[in-house]
């Protein structure tokens, strides 16, 4: 089964996790929020598929370009 990663698009923090491993997503649903700056930003699904493994944790300070989790498509 062929793997996305979902990359933080910021430097920030994980905020709150919306989805978790296993659960099912459509192309645009949010995984997660990060806080960057007092903003929330959405973190969404890039295509349908299986939330895989999340490689971060709420509260965890993330950089723009990291892998927070892997989509199974």
């Keep these: 089964m062929p793997v996305i990663d979902i990359k933080a698009e910021v ?6 996790l919306e989805a978790a491993p296993g659960a099912s997503l459509a192309a ?19 295509k349908a598929g299986k939330l895989g493994a999340l490689t971060v944790a709420e509260g965890d300070s993330v950089k723009e370009g990291q892998v927070l989790a892997r989509l199974e498509i």
């Design 11 to 16: 430097t920030g923090k994980v905020w709150k």
């Design 28 to 46: 645009g649903d949010v995984v997660m929020i990060l806080e960057s700056m007092k903003m929330e930003i959405p973190v969404e699904a890039p």
